[in-house]
């Protein structure tokens, strides 16, 4: 950077820093991605911010390596949150110093969820500082008398200076620390507008500082972009130690936490809520859930297995085939990939030997659910097949598998976790690849049939 430049240019995707502008950022390889923002004293403000915590004692001014065998492990490293959805999806609680980045579309209940866990910790005896940048203390006080009462050591501070609220936290010394959100906070330092990627960037580093340097887990509510992804640079989802993600329809009830980056457990489980007039209430069998209100009798419709993570979900899959008005026929998938739905009506027509072409296809997930999983391709099927024939599927039966495109059923994971769940729900019939079942054996309680590709199981479901 030339000598005496007050501004530089950033990449709003990975925080790339160049002199100039540059049409394709070198590193991330997006296309006009830079932005020119001023700079001033961000390289020394974060040399001022580590030897400040050192000097408090979070963080020893000698570095000492340490073996292996020396670390100490505490089950008291980890926090209950008071939900077990999303202790789960943390990996077993709130890890001490670590830095937890929280995304969702707005009024889908990330405040409403972390003021929740800040009550239940607090009952727990531990000390929570709740710190907004966006509402006042009177409007957190209205919510906060909507989920029910309040007890504990809870505190609550409306500001935006990083500065001023790194002086309340190493004076209040918290357990665990709310920012809501990091896109209003800035740092005096830095002369660019609250929200842009400098101070982004810079906020999350001295937050992140102020984590592990103290041994505070910290909670970031992060904005999205009309993508769903958190908005600012995606170094940001690289600096923390665990992203998550809340997701739903907000004219739906139902609201899922799903975690995209954990350094502390899987990435692959999720936590289901349902939005209740008190905030907030954790959805332990989300089967029985998204199961609820389903017809009898009625044609198109297939309840299938997913797993989400080591958790085992049933769903309900439909599907709708009426003649086709046009030339053109309609093809709809709802909660599903489009591009997949395609693919299996392809496979229908050859393998299958059932014309297509002059009718319309719309495909559900019931629930608002979108669910990717190769194991509802065998659901998929025999919803459409049950569709078009109008015949109902019985309401006990349960189907998953994967299909190739040469008509055969292939494997899927957890086969076993899969059936027990069914059996445990009340189902006495499954359908599922016959690899899978060789290799799982037979289950007292439910009639496994195994099916080698997709005309067996058409004809399973027609006798």
Request: with cysteine; aromatic share 6%; net charge neutral.
């Given at each position: 950077?030339?000598?005496?430049?007050?501004?530089?240019?950033?990449?709003?995707?990975?925080?790339?820093?160049?002199?100039?502008?540059?049409?394709?950022?070198?590193?991330?390889?997006?296309?006009?991605?830079?932005?020119?923002?001023?700079?001033?004293?961000?390289?020394?403000?974060?040399?001022?911010?580590?030897?400040?915590?050192?000097?408090?004692?979070?963080?020893?001014?000698?570095?000492?390596?340490?073996?292996?065998?020396?670390?100490?492990?505490?089950?008291?490293?980890?926090?209950?949150?008071?939900?077990?959805?999303?202790?789960?999806?943390?990996?077993?609680?709130?890890?001490?110093?670590?830095?937890?980045?929280?995304?969702?579309?707005?009024?889908?209940?990330?405040?409403?969820?972390?003021?929740?866990?800040?009550?239940?910790?607090?009952?727990?005896?531990?000390?929570?500082?709740?710190?907004?940048?966006?509402?006042?203390?009177?409007?957190?006080?209205?919510?906060?008398?909507?989920?029910?009462?309040?007890k504990g050591e809870l505190l609550f501070l409306c500001e935006t200076n990083l500065d001023l609220i790194e002086t309340a936290i190493h004076e209040e010394k918290p357990d665990v620390v709310i920012i809501?959100?990091?896109?209003?906070?800035?740092?005096?330092?830095?002369?660019?507008?609250?929200?842009?990627?400098?101070?982004?960037?810079?906020?999350?580093?001295?937050?992140?500082?102020?984590?592990?340097?103290?041994?505070?887990?910290?909670?970031?509510?992060?904005?999205?972009?009309?993508?769903?992804?958190?908005?600012?640079?995606?170094?940001?989802?690289?600096?923390?130690?665990?992203?998550?993600?809340?997701?739903?329809?907000?004219?739906?009830?139902?609201?899922?936490?799903?975690?995209?980056?954990?350094?502390?457990?899987?990435?692959?489980?999720?936590?289901?809520?349902?939005?209740?007039?008190?905030?907030?209430?954790?959805?332990?069998?989300?089967?029985?859930?998204?199961?609820?209100?389903?017809?009898?009798?009625?044609?198109?419709?297939?309840?299938?297995?997913?797993?989400?993570?080591?958790?085992?979900?049933?769903?309900?899959?439909?599907?709708?085939?009426?003649?086709?008005?046009?030339?053109?026929?309609?093809?709809?998938?709802?909660?599903?990939?489009?591009?997949?739905?395609?693919?299996?009506?392809?496979?229908?027509?050859?393998?299958?030997?059932?014309?297509?072409?002059?009718?319309?296809?719309?495909?559900?997930?019931?629930?608002?659910?979108?669910?990717?999983?190769?194991?509802?391709?065998?659901?998929?099927?025999?919803?459409?097949?049950?569709?078009?024939?109008?015949?109902?599927?019985?309401?006990?039966?349960?189907?998953?598998?994967?299909?190739?495109?040469?008509?055969?059923?292939?494997?899927?994971?957890?086969?076993?976790?899969?059936?027990?769940?069914?059996?445990?729900?009340?189902?006495?019939?499954?359908?599922?690849?016959?690899?899978?079942?060789?290799?799982?054996?037979?289950?007292?309680?439910?009639?496994?049939?195994?099916?080698?590709?997709?005309?067996?199981?058409?004809?399973?479901?027609?006798?």
């Amino acid at each position: 950077m030339a000598k005496g430049k007050t501004t530089a240019f950033f990449c709003r995707e990975c925080g790339y820093e160049s002199a100039k502008w540059l049409g394709q950022c070198p590193v991330c390889r997006e296309w006009n991605s830079f932005v020119e923002e001023p700079v001033s004293k961000a390289e020394a403000s974060a040399k001022r911010g580590i030897s400040k915590i050192a000097a408090d004692g979070g963080i020893s001014g000698k570095i000492k390596p340490a073996r292996l065998s020396e670390i100490v492990l505490d089950e008291q490293d980890r926090m209950k949150t008071g939900y077990e959805e999303l202790d789960r999806v943390l990996g077993g609680g709130v890890v001490r110093g670590s830095l937890v980045l929280v995304g969702g579309d707005p009024g889908i209940g990330k405040s409403t969820l972390l003021l929740q866990v800040c009550r239940n910790l607090a009952l727990s005896e531990k000390k929570v500082l709740y710190i907004s940048g966006e509402e006042s203390l009177k409007q957190i006080k209205l919510r906060a008398n909507r989920i029910g009462e309040v007890k504990g050591e809870l505190l609550f501070l409306c500001e935006t200076n990083l500065d001023l609220i790194e002086t309340a936290i190493h004076e209040e010394k918290p357990d665990v620390v709310i920012i809501d959100s990091i896109q209003t906070m800035f740092r005096e330092e830095i002369s660019s507008a609250p929200g842009s990627v400098s101070q982004v960037r810079e906020s999350t580093n001295l937050l992140m500082q102020i984590a592990k340097g103290k041994g505070i887990a910290i909670f970031i509510v992060g904005h999205v972009t009309k993508e769903g992804v958190v908005a600012g640079p995606r170094v940001l989802e690289h600096m923390v130690d665990t992203v998550l993600y809340f997701e739903g329809e907000r004219s739906a009830s139902y609201r899922i936490i799903r975690g995209v980056k954990n350094r502390f457990g899987s990435t692959n489980e999720i936590g289901v809520f349902e939005m209740v007039e008190s905030g907030l209430a954790e959805v332990k069998n989300p089967s029985e859930f998204m199961l609820s209100g389903r017809p009898e009798d009625a044609s198109g419709a297939v309840v299938a297995c997913s797993m989400e993570g080591t958790r085992p979900m049933l769903i309900e899959v439909q599907a709708l085939i009426t003649p086709t008005a046009f030339g053109m026929p309609r093809r709809t998938a709802a909660g599903t990939d489009y591009n997949r739905v395609n693919l299996l009506m392809a496979v229908l027509e050859k393998r299958g030997h059932y014309d297509l072409s002059h009718f319309d296809a719309y495909v559900n997930i019931t629930g608002g659910l979108r669910m990717n999983e190769p194991a509802l391709d065998l659901a998929i099927l025999m919803a459409i097949v049950s569709s078009m024939k109008d015949r109902a599927i019985d309401s006990k039966t349960i189907i998953f598998g994967e299909v190739g495109l040469s008509g055969e059923v292939r494997a899927v994971s957890m086969a076993q976790q899969r059936v027990n769940e069914a059996k445990k729900l009340g189902f006495h019939t499954c359908i599922l690849p016959k690899i899978s079942l060789e290799k799982m054996g037979t289950v007292e309680g439910i009639k496994l049939i195994g099916v080698e590709n997709v005309r067996e199981a058409i004809a399973g479901i027609s006798n």
